[in-house]
């Protein structure tokens, strides 16, 4: 029978309570869903952000399935791409590996294969910011049972601080050994335990150890002195207890059985956490200062017990001697000073010398700045006035050397002091006669020079001045008569010539061209020449060579040539000779000129200045030359003339 609708609509009970049953769990699993998604969540939230703290980056790559790979957010950072805009991360992070590095990267890859773990560093360049990374990445080979198949699970770190560190550690050490080893000082390095873990290429070629050889500083203990062993241990290990500085001066025998005197410096190393790690230190050899302060101490000795000796020798030495201390107050002088300076030796002890023996006061600046060199250890000598006890004043050379304590400080000074009064008095009277001298030298050469003016006067007065008066006259005539005859003109011509040959003959005299433009030689042989016309006398020349004309300067030419011209005047006015020998030649210092006739010759000390012998004998003088004249009545005359070349 059919049912109502009312009883069709209408449920079971047991349908009810089953559909509410239902329901309670379905609200039961969505609550638990969604706790499950909060939890989820929360656990991604928690590894992301402990991944984005830590700086390695973390990836899962699924390569049958690249849609469930995981790449931690520092991937991008990193590595410089975002991992999701490639379907192929690892192989884009291959391509920026550097190609140093290459090889060893693809090696590590196939590695993995056989280990399934690995772990290696490659060079890596940001694409980005192109720099240079050192990457470390560990990769491990994993199986995924849910989705059944293999996943690569690995990390990279960013080691580039850490690398390049290390780099510069080593390139730091590679400079630091660079530089010990071009140093001349012993350079070494030791750890807590007195290892020796460096030693320059001094210290192994110093000490003759072998380069690799384990060392202790125990080791070099036979070789240090046994008078400085137990003192140089000992402070050492005071110091490195402390962990402070060392300063240590031993002396020890090197290889060569020598000994040397090294000083040791070394400073502690100290991490920058505060632990001490041992010493950096070096040792310099001061052998030849050791030896020079020996010798010191032995020269203060030898200085000190031969004292007396000294004071001995001063007393009789012929020289004055003086001692003054720091302050310039006298402590000792020997009898020749006291003689010297008129005072007995009680009267001058402990008084101040410039004080008391000073003659002016630029003898008193000269002493002061004396007493400041000699403070300053040096030797000098000098003069001053000296002042006497009666008041009279007397030149003296004082050469002074400063005196030193057994330190090595200024502790006075000793004067040796020579009375040149008389030398200096000497030298002012020599000094006079020279200026006297010269003054004299100077006189006959104006006199020579005013002589031949005068004679160039007379040769123009008595010569060409009556030719040329005669020549106005006969004008003069000419001129009234207004008419002239040939004979006249003729007359006229003649003396015109006889006026040019004169003018000529005088400018030869003054001014010989030849001299300037050809030298003395050609000058000479020109003025020779120039007697040709003469029967008597005959010339006998010998004369140097063209090529040693430039010996003599112009000047000295110039006096040469007229020197010639005035002994060839008097042998031709006054001697009447029949031969004439001239000489010219050089050596290395002077030119020499010989002249000689065979005239009447004269008397030496009877014949009158005049004739020119004292003219040229003050020219000859002038240069600082010599003259010698040779003559006897009747038998000629000849005269030797030396002139310096410089």
């Given at each position: 029978?059919?049912?109502?609708?009312?009883?069709?609509?209408?449920?079971?009970?047991?349908?009810?309570?089953?559909?509410?049953?239902?329901?309670?769990?379905?609200?039961?699993?969505?609550?638990?869903?969604?706790?499950?998604?909060?939890?989820?969540?929360?656990?991604?939230?928690?590894?992301?952000?402990?991944?984005?703290?830590?700086?390695?980056?973390?990836?899962?790559?699924?390569?049958?399935?690249?849609?469930?790979?995981?790449?931690?957010?520092?991937?991008?950072?990193?590595?410089?791409?975002?991992?999701?805009?490639?379907?192929?991360?690892?192989?884009?992070?291959?391509?920026?590996?550097?190609?140093?590095?290459?090889?060893?990267?693809?090696?590590?890859?196939?590695?993995?294969?056989?280990?399934?773990?690995?772990?290696?560093?490659?060079?890596?360049?940001?694409?980005?910011?192109?720099?240079?990374?050192?990457?470390?990445?560990?990769?491990?080979?994993?199986?995924?049972?849910?989705?059944?198949?293999?996943?690569?699970?690995?990390?990279?770190?960013?080691?580039?601080?850490?690398?390049?560190?290390?780099?510069?550690?080593?390139?730091?050490?590679?400079?630091?050994?660079?530089?010990?080893?071009?140093?001349?000082?012993?350079?070494?390095?030791?750890?807590?335990?007195?290892?020796?873990?460096?030693?320059?290429?001094?210290?192994?070629?110093?000490?003759?150890?072998?380069?690799?050889?384990?060392?202790?500083?125990?080791?070099?203990?036979?070789?240090?002195?046994?008078?400085?062993?137990?003192?140089?241990?000992?402070?050492?290990?005071r110091q490195k207890e402390k962990q402070l500085p060392l300063h240590l001066e031993v002396l020890i025998t090197d290889r060569h059985n020598t000994k040397r005197y090294l000083a040791i410096e070394a400073i502690p190393r100290i991490l920058p956490g505060g632990q001490w790690i041992g010493y950096i230190g070096g040792a310099f050899d001061l052998s030849k200062e050791y030896q020079y302060k020996q010798g010191m101490e032995s020269a203060f000795s030898l200085?000190?017990?031969?004292?007396?000796?000294?004071?001995?020798?001063?007393?009789?030495?012929?020289?004055?001697?003086?001692?003054?201390?720091?302050?310039?107050?006298?402590?000792?002088?020997?009898?020749?000073?006291?003689?010297?300076?008129?005072?007995?030796?009680?009267?001058?002890?402990?008084?101040?010398?410039?004080?008391?023996?000073?003659?002016?006061?630029?003898?008193?600046?000269?002493?002061?700045?004396?007493?400041?060199?000699?403070?300053?250890?040096?030797?000098?000598?000098?003069?001053?006035?000296?002042?006497?006890?009666?008041?009279?004043?007397?030149?003296?050379?004082?050469?002074?050397?400063?005196?030193?304590?057994?330190?090595?400080?200024?502790?006075?000074?000793?004067?040796?002091?020579?009375?040149?009064?008389?030398?200096?008095?000497?030298?002012?009277?020599?000094?006079?006669?020279?200026?006297?001298?010269?003054?004299?030298?100077?006189?006959?050469?104006?006199?020579?020079?005013?002589?031949?003016?005068?004679?160039?006067?007379?040769?123009?007065?008595?010569?060409?001045?009556?030719?040329?008066?005669?020549?106005?006259?006969?004008?003069?005539?000419?001129?009234?008569?207004?008419?002239?005859?040939?004979?006249?003109?003729?007359?006229?011509?003649?003396?015109?010539?006889?006026?040019?040959?004169?003018?000529?003959?005088?400018?030869?005299?003054?001014?010989?061209?030849?001299?300037?433009?050809?030298?003395?030689?050609?000058?000479?042989?020109?003025?020779?020449?120039?007697?040709?016309?003469?029967?008597?006398?005959?010339?006998?020349?010998?004369?140097?060579?063209?090529?040693?004309?430039?010996?003599?300067?112009?000047?000295?030419?110039?006096?040469?040539?007229?020197?010639?011209?005035?002994?060839?005047?008097?042998?031709?006015?006054?001697?009447?000779?029949?031969?004439?020998?001239i000489r010219l030649y050089f050596d290395q210092k002077c030119f020499h000129l010989h002249y000689a006739d065979d005239g009447k010759g004269f008397d030496p000390q009877t014949v009158k200045k005049g004739i020119g012998l004292e003219s040229i004998r003050s020219r000859v003088d002038f240069y600082k030359g010599s003259t010698v004249f040779t003559a006897t009545p009747g038998k000629g005359c000849s005269i030797v003339i030396q002139i310096p070349i410089t």
């Amino acid at each position: 029978m059919p049912r109502s609708k009312a009883q069709t609509l209408k449920r079971p009970a047991h349908q009810e309570t089953a559909i509410a049953k239902l329901r309670d769990a379905n609200l039961l699993l969505g609550q638990q869903k969604k706790k499950l998604e909060q939890e989820l969540y929360e656990a991604r939230f928690h590894l992301n952000t402990v991944l984005e703290i830590n700086d390695t980056v973390h990836y899962l790559v699924y390569p049958q399935h690249p849609e469930k790979n995981f790449f931690s957010p520092r991937w991008e950072k990193v590595l410089g791409f975002a991992p999701r805009k490639t379907q192929y991360p690892l192989q884009e992070k291959k391509h920026h590996v550097v190609l140093d590095s290459l090889s060893y990267y693809e090696n590590g890859l196939e590695e993995l294969r056989k280990k399934e773990k690995i772990c290696f560093k490659y060079q890596y360049q940001h694409p980005r910011s192109g720099k240079i990374l050192w990457l470390q990445e560990e990769i491990a080979l994993k199986y995924d049972i849910l989705n059944d198949q293999e996943v690569w699970s690995g990390t990279v770190t960013d080691i580039s601080e850490a690398e390049f560190f290390k780099e510069y550690i080593a390139e730091s050490e590679k400079r630091f050994k660079s530089i010990t080893d071009a140093l001349p000082i012993m350079i070494w390095v030791t750890d807590q335990e007195d290892n020796i873990t460096y030693f320059n290429d001094k210290s192994y070629s110093f000490f003759d150890v072998k380069k690799g050889q384990p060392l202790r500083l125990a080791d070099f203990g036979p070789i240090i002195d046994p008078h400085h062993k137990e003192h140089a241990f000992a402070e050492w290990d005071r110091q490195k207890e402390k962990q402070l500085p060392l300063h240590l001066e031993v002396l020890i025998t090197d290889r060569h059985n020598t000994k040397r005197y090294l000083a040791i410096e070394a400073i502690p190393r100290i991490l920058p956490g505060g632990q001490w790690i041992g010493y950096i230190g070096g040792a310099f050899d001061l052998s030849k200062e050791y030896q020079y302060k020996q010798g010191m101490e032995s020269a203060f000795s030898l200085l000190k017990s031969s004292e007396e000796k000294y004071r001995k020798l001063f007393e009789n030495m012929q020289l004055g001697v003086a001692e003054v201390d720091e302050q310039e107050k006298i402590r000792y002088a020997n009898d020749v000073f006291l003689k010297m300076c008129g005072y007995s030796l009680e009267e001058i002890v402990g008084k101040k010398a410039g004080r008391l023996f000073c003659g002016n006061k630029e003898s008193e600046a000269i002493l002061k700045k004396q007493h400041e060199i000699r403070k300053q250890g040096i030797e000098s000598a000098y003069e001053l006035q000296f002042k006497k006890k009666d008041g009279t004043r007397a030149s003296v050379i004082i050469s002074g050397t400063p005196l030193f304590d057994s330190k090595g400080k200024v502790k006075g000074s000793v004067g040796i002091h020579w009375d040149v009064t008389e030398v200096r008095n000497m030298e002012k009277t020599l000094l006079e006669s020279k200026i006297s001298k010269e003054k004299e030298l100077i006189e006959a050469k104006l006199r020579a020079e005013e002589e031949q003016r005068v004679q160039i006067g007379r040769d123009l007065h008595d010569g060409v001045g009556q030719v040329l008066a005669y020549l106005t006259m006969q004008l003069g005539m000419v001129k009234i008569k207004n008419s002239f005859s040939a004979t006249e003109l003729e007359q006229l011509e003649k003396s015109a010539r006889t006026a040019l040959e004169q003018v000529r003959s005088l400018s030869r005299t003054l001014a010989p061209p030849a001299l300037r433009d050809l030298g003395l030689r050609e000058a000479v042989r020109e003025l020779i020449d120039s007697y040709a016309i003469l029967k008597k006398p005959v010339f006998a020349v010998d004369l140097y060579r063209q090529t040693e004309d430039y010996n003599l300067s112009l000047d000295k030419k110039t006096v040469v040539y007229r020197i010639l011209q005035e002994l060839l005047a008097n042998s031709l006015k006054h001697a009447k000779a029949n031969k004439i020998s001239i000489r010219l030649y050089f050596d290395q210092k002077c030119f020499h000129l010989h002249y000689a006739d065979d005239g009447k010759g004269f008397d030496p000390q009877t014949v009158k200045k005049g004739i020119g012998l004292e003219s040229i004998r003050s020219r000859v003088d002038f240069y600082k030359g010599s003259t010698v004249f040779t003559a006897t009545p009747g038998k000629g005359c000849s005269i030797v003339i030396q002139i310096p070349i410089t």
